[in-house]
């Protein structure tokens, strides 16, 4: 596994996925249709539709333009970024355990000790009352490194003066101090290896390692909110278009009123009608003055949704460009579904995520086993004394020396209940299970939901010929029922009847371009290829070269 430090998603984060397929990837036809249809006119007071949506047909404000926006100023995305900015040093906080220390202390001390006898006679009965004054300074380097082993070097140097190098040489039995004061030193390497506990790089690299896999999950968590912010600018910039032309088509329904209630009028004047045909089609206006009025603000809200997704600040009445179509910016897959499943566990952030936390609990499974053996470390020293009446001489008088100080040995110790230790491994084990059953029950998950999607992403593609047909249809009967009105065979009931039909026949169509349009989107999200299918390198958050 590459030891790339990411943070690592929790097994709920399935429920992104889950949740795309009622929640952010868009709405449905019908949903769509509907919402279009029935806003009240409250909502979108003050708004025109100069202010709403400036058409710049082949200008930069295409999808892909709202997508790069939407990335370098999404703030869930700027969140994940920092994550795994923390996540990175938190890897160096881990690597920090194996930085070489320095140290250093200076002290001074002075003591005044009444000696009993067996100490009076040990110095020559100088005095019953011992003064003396220790001025000490000392330096070391410890290392730690990644098998275990610890080394460190020391040296201090101990400046005495005391009751007994203070008195004078006795010339009769040349007894007295040989320097005065005393400078002793003393250098000494100590090797600390350890046989059993916390011995080997899995051990003593388990933090560091468990750092690097929460950068990997990090990154997981970013590319996964990647996927859901590029899907639902693409669904919001797509419902902006059907908002646009919807709002289109219920402009023409009102202009096909109002050509009904010119020609009722003519028909009344002539005596061929009643007034009550002329009525009829002044309220089949008013309906469709309201379904405009309820366009209108859908429009408004798609707007102002791709804002929200796209934008680091929000200004009332901000203008919004919308460029060439999305229609044709994913194509539709046409593999089978095995090997769009083998595409999906191999791209997919979330079920690499899940299996990047198996691996990590396999971490603490062996980091815990270790932990149960017990302490065994093998000590080796070695170093070198000196005493001379200067600081640079002590350390000159090694020299004088024919062989160095030098000590080896065994250090053991084991806890005499090991009751917790046993029951660290139980738990790092049960762990282990569980993050490997969450991997298979997020891969499960995923495959039905990528069977889902291929199926409503063929539902989409069958549902548009059919709403095709009815459109031609609805068409074909306005003109029939336009043709017989003319001839006195109907009444302008039936007109208006047949031109809301007409209305809502092609609002559907609409709807169901941006239905299959939201299916494709969803399924490249269950992949975990949509930002690859728009050449978008996610490792980096920059648009791929090409």
């Not at 970024?81 to 202390?105: Q, T």
């Not at 010119?262 to 004047?269: F, I, L, Q, S, T």
């Not at 031609?472 to 043709?483: S, T």
């Not at 007409?502 to 609409?510: E, K, V």
């Amino acid at each position: 596994m590459q030891r790339n430090n990411f943070k690592m998603l929790p097994p709920k984060s399935i429920l992104f996925l889950l949740s795309t397929t009622t929640s952010f990837l868009g709405l449905s036809a019908q949903s769509m249709s509907t919402e279009a249809q029935s806003m009240s006119p409250e909502a979108n007071s003050g708004i025109t539709d100069a202010e709403t949506v400036a058409v710049s047909e082949g200008a930069d404000y295409g999808a892909m333009y709202w997508i790069m926006r939407g990335l370098e100023h999404n703030f869930s995305v700027q969140i994940g970024r920092m994550e795994i900015e923390n996540s990175e040093d938190r890897v160096k906080i881990s690597l920090g355990a194996f930085a070489a220390r320095a140290s250093s202390s200076a002290r001074f001390s002075k003591s005044e000790r009444a000696q009993n006898r067996q100490q009076f006679f040990a110095t020559n009965s100088i005095s019953p009352i011992f003064e003396e004054e220790v001025a000490s300074l000392g330096m070391s380097l410890e290392d730690r490194y990644a098998y275990g082993t610890r080394v460190s070097l020391s040296t201090s140097t101990n400046r005495l003066k005391n009751t007994t190098n203070q008195t004078v040489v006795n010339p009769a039995t040349f007894s007295g101090p040989i320097f005065s004061p005393e400078y002793q030193t003393t250098t000494q390497l100590q090797v600390v290896q350890p046989l059993l506990k916390n011995r080997g790089t899995e051990v003593n690299l388990a933090a560091t390692d468990l750092a690097r896999s929460e950068v990997l999950g990090a990154e997981f968590e970013l590319r996964s909110e990647f996927e859901k912010v590029i899907a639902q600018i693409l669904i919001a910039y797509a419902e902006t278009e059907f908002g646009i032309a919807n709002l289109k088509v219920k402009e023409d329904a009102v202009q096909l009123a109002d050509g009904l209630i010119a020609e009722n009028r003519r028909r009344v004047e002539e005596g061929m009608m009643s007034p009550i045909d002329v009525t009829q089609a002044q309220a089949r206006r008013a309906e469709a003055q309201e379904e405009v009025v309820g366009a209108r603000t859908f429009l408004a809200e798609r707007r102002n949704r791709l804002l929200e997704l796209t934008g680091s600040d929000y200004t009332f009445g901000e203008e919004v460009r919308i460029g060439s179509s999305a229609a044709g910016i994913l194509d539709v897959p046409v593999d089978e579904r095995l090997i769009l499943a083998r595409e999906m566990l191999k791209m997919n952030p979330i079920y690499r995520a899940a299996m990047t936390r198996a691996e990590a609990e396999g971490i603490r499974v062996t980091y815990a086993k270790n932990q149960l053996l017990p302490q065994l470390d093998l000590e080796a020293t070695i170093g070198y004394n000196g005493l001379q009446d200067s600081f640079t001489s002590s350390y000159g008088d090694y020299g004088e020396r024919t062989t160095p100080d030098w000590s080896v040995g065994f250090v053991f110790s084991i806890p005499l209940d090991r009751t917790a230790d046993r029951a660290q491994v139980s738990v790092a084990k049960r762990v282990q299970r569980q993050a490997l059953m969450t991997a298979k029950q997020t891969e499960i998950q995923l495959l039905v939901l990528l069977d889902n999607s291929v199926r409503e992403v063929e539902a989409a593609g069958e549902r548009i010929g059919f709403v095709k047909e009815s459109v031609r249809l609805a068409e074909e009967a306005l003109r029939a029922e336009e043709k017989r009105l003319a001839s006195g065979l109907t009444t302008s009931y039936n007109v208006l009847n047949q031109q809301r039909d007409l209305s809502f026949a092609r609002t559907r169509a609409l709807a169901s371009q941006v239905e299959l349009f939201r299916a494709v989107t969803q399924l490249y999200v269950v992949m975990g290829t949509l930002s690859q299918e728009l050449n978008f390198d996610v490792t980096t958050a920059t648009t791929a070269a090409n």
